[in-house]
């Protein structure tokens, strides 16, 4: 509760920091306390310690799985913020609203890791994808950012009247007529034609916010148009909160028949490896390419669903943090580039080696190559699925698309390192070069001792 009530009093905040000063580096300087503040309250409620407390008749329950990914999400933002915090500031002129909207977000987030009715995961998502309408189009010197907004507006709203027609089906199958996810599947043994439709548009409006296959396709346009530096927010902070609702959703309503929705989910991460990957081979522009390897990373969270058992819920957690980290060290790099394409990073490493350096830790980690995190990251998901016994078929399937990625990921590596280009006048502090060092570093570390945050992840469950 208390990550929930300050990040929405902290986006007030943010809006009036607007009208009291016109400098952007105070508006920033109180963007970070905020985050600071939010990553200790969310401490305290994880610990134990004092919280807010206000009754919720049981709507949203505030268990340790959700508070751990909040800290997680939290301490990922802290980190956008500082490397990106400059850049947001580049977008136009509104950029205490900017943050605002990010707070907002943030509330968001924590109404989806913590529902606990179909209402308030609806409520959840909806105060998540509002504001990101509204950043995605921030750019308003491009035509593409406007085009992108409205297209995110469509389809969202698109999936939102397929999860809201999904819910319904439910309450109309439910014997007791309720909301709430963990009775939804109560008696659910003989399956009624109403509980299988509002399954099943559950499972589809889910899709198309995590943009799996086949419901991906407004995610490149979206991800391109968005101005670069909230592309960065949207595909690492957001896109890993609206798993988390998924996998709450489908474990504590869903979970006992399983079995009766596991090939859908199967099918899908099939598509969503397949579809990413192959597509990613074949983009021009780095920032595309991110967009559609965003797709693919999609296909490996959503093994977290299809098992749903103690190791995916490690798994995930530790998959969010890989994932979020190598992205926003990426964009916060690719922002700061003059060319976009494959070309523009050529002799990246001869003119600004720190740059090519952390670059290449952030997209093996990514390629899920030993010694990061994401090498970890994706075992994790991987032997998820090996322990269930079932969809061997899918892990090797996986894997082989991994290795195509590995492709797509050292085409940025080779420009950097193995071809020659024109030096670029890049705007980079020495403090920004210290933070990707120390990015790089939690990546690495977590690479070689996972159990530094899986551990504490066990003691906080116990």
């Known amino acids: 509760m208390n990550a929930l009530i300050i990040s929405a009093v902290w986006g007030i905040v943010m809006m009036f920091s607007g009208i009291f000063t016109k400098n952007k580096s105070t508006v920033r300087s109180i963007a970070i306390a905020g985050i600071l503040i939010l990553i200790v309250a969310n401490s305290l409620d994880l610990q134990g310690g004092y919280h807010i407390n206000i009754d919720t008749k049981n709507q949203l329950d505030f268990g340790t799985f959700g508070l751990l990914f909040n800290s997680i999400a939290f301490i990922c933002t802290l980190i956008y913020f500082l490397l990106s915090g400059k850049d947001i500031e580049n977008v136009g002129v509104n950029v205490a609203e900017y943050f605002a909207l ?64 999904g819910i319904a089906f439910l309450y109309g199958a439910s014997t007791t007529g309720t909301f709430f996810i963990e009775e939804i ?18 499972l589809i409006s889910m899709s198309f916010k995590v943009s799996a296959a086949p419901f991906h396709f407004w995610t490149p ?14 595909a690492t902070i957001v896109k890993s909160a609206l798993f988390i609702a998924f996998i709450r959703l489908f ?26 990957n192959l ?40 998959y969010a943090t890989a994932y979020s980290l190598a992205t926003i060290g990426i964009f916060a790099i690719l922002v700061k580039m003059k060319d976009r ?51 061997l078929w899918l892990v090797v399937f ?34 920004f070069k210290i933070l990707l060092i120390i990015v790089a570093a939690i990546i690495i570390l977590l690479g070689i001792f996972p159990q530094l945050l899986l551990d504490k992840m066990n003691i906080l469950y116990m």
Not at 118 to 139: A, V
Not at 251 to 272: C, D, L, M, R, Y
Not at 288 to 316: C, E, H, K, W
Not at 383 to 390: P, S, T
């Open 251 to 276: 474990h504590n309503s869903f979970g006992e028949i399983q079995p009766k929705w596991q090939i859908f989910v199967a099918i899908i991460i099939a598509a969503t490896l397949f579809i990413g």
């Open 279 to 318: 597509t990613a081979v074949f983009q021009q522009s780095v920032k595309r390419m991110l967009a559609y390897s965003s797709i693919a990373q999609a296909g490996f969270m959503l093994f977290a669903i299809l098992t749903i058992n103690p190791v995916a819920q490690d798994g995930i957690l530790l």
């Open 185 to 202: 599947g109560i008696g659910k043994s003989s399956l009624s034609p109403l509980f299988i439709v509002g399954l099943l548009l559950l």
């Open 341 to 391: 394409s494959f070309e523009g990073f050529n002799g990246l490493a001869k003119h600004h080696p720190v740059l090519a350096a952390t670059n290449t830790i952030f997209l093996l980690s990514l390629s899920g190559i030993p010694l990061t995190a994401g090498f970890f990251a994706k075992y994790y998901m991987l032997m998820a699925a090996l322990k269930m016994g079932q969809f």
């Open 102 to 165: 990010i707070f907002f977000v943030l509330c968001g987030v924590s109404i989806a890791t913590s529902f606990n009715t179909l209402l308030m995961l609806f409520l959840g998502i909806e105060i998540i994808s509002i504001p990101l309408y509204i950043l995605t189009g921030s750019n308003k010197r491009n035509l593409k950012s406007t085009e992108a907004s409205l297209k995110y507006f469509l389809m969202g709203a698109f999936s939102t009247g397929i999860m809201l027609l």
């Open 221 to 234: 346009d979206v991800y391109d148009g968005a101005p670069t530096v909230f592309t960065s927010f949207m």
């Open 398 to 431: 996986a894997v082989l698309c991994a290795a195509v990625s590995i492709y797509y990921y050292f085409r940025v590596i080779q420009a950097m390192y193995f071809k020659d280009g024109e030096p670029q006048e890049l705007q980079v502090s020495s403090s």
